[in-house]
């Protein structure tokens, strides 16, 4: 069962303008280290710092919080399985919101344009069962 859909959208210039002001204050306000190893370097870090961004954005929306005291930024990880494809990790808030939710699973689509990245997350919990007729 369905129980929470988001996805954001965001400008990869914009995240590069961001890195390059705030520079590691920035990033570890809203990465994790293990996202920060993963990143890529040179030209794509800014791309993949967008992307792993719009995830965690969809995926505070999917639990109906946002990003905030039930759910911050580095309470939402980003990372890959041994496939490549993104797995989310919730830890702190967001991992209590999640289990106040029943949620069971949390499917993540990262998608990057040359200007944009984009990240789609559904999140599931058990089906119920029907409530018996009377």
């Not at 002001?21 to 993963?38: I, N």
């Amino acid at each position: 069962m369905i129980i929470g859909l988001g996805i954001d959208v965001i400008e990869v210039a914009r995240m590069q303008r961001t890195i390059e002001r705030y520079g590691e204050k920035f990033l570890d306000h809203v990465f994790s280290s293990d996202e920060q190893e993963d990143a890529p370097k040179g030209a794509g870090k800014p791309s993949y710092y967008a992307g792993r961004w719009a995830a965690k954005e969809a995926v505070a929306k999917a639990l109906g919080t946002g990003i905030g005291k039930d759910c911050g930024w580095t309470d939402v990880r980003v990372r890959r399985d041994e496939l490549g494809k993104p797995r989310i990790e919730l830890t702190g808030a967001a991992a209590k919101t999640s289990e106040r939710l029943e949620a069971e699973n949390i499917h993540i689509s990262i998608s990057h344009e040359r200007h944009l990245a984009c990240a789609s997350a559904v999140i599931e919990a058990a089906p119920r069962s029907p409530s018996p007729l009377p």
